[in-house]
């Protein structure tokens, strides 16, 4: 998991669909792997996303914590 930047792994991902969109025949192995590569960057993405999710809890804690 080096890059858990979530607008690369997007930007990846949609590069591989659209590799699969515009292949006319698809190479079984090379399909293979850029199926696995998209694997790993949703579950990279799915965990940045967490990430991000608990960032937000945190600061809307903070922000209800200053206001009582």
Same mark, same amino acid.
Request: negative net charge.
């Given at each position: 998991?080096?890059?858990?930047?979530? *607008?690369?792994?997007? &930007?990846?991902? $949609? $590069? %591989? !669909? #659209?590799?699969?969109? @515009? !292949?006319? #025949?698809?190479?079984? @192995?090379?399909?293979?792997? &850029? %199926?696995? +590569?998209?694997?790993?960057? %949703? *579950? #990279?993405? &799915? #965990?940045?996303? &967490?990430?991000? @999710?608990?960032?937000? +809890? $945190? %600061?809307?804690?903070?922000?209800?914590?200053?206001? *009582?």
């Amino acid at each position: 998991m080096e890059n858990k930047n979530l *607008k690369n792994n997007l &930007k990846k991902l $949609e $590069e %591989i !669909s #659209e590799w699969f969109d @515009e !292949s006319k #025949e698809v190479d079984v @192995e090379e399909g293979l792997g &850029k %199926i696995k +590569e998209a694997v790993v960057l %949703i *579950k #990279e993405s &799915k #965990e940045r996303l &967490k990430q991000i @999710e608990n960032d937000f +809890e $945190e %600061i809307k804690k903070e922000m209800d914590s200053d206001v *009582k």
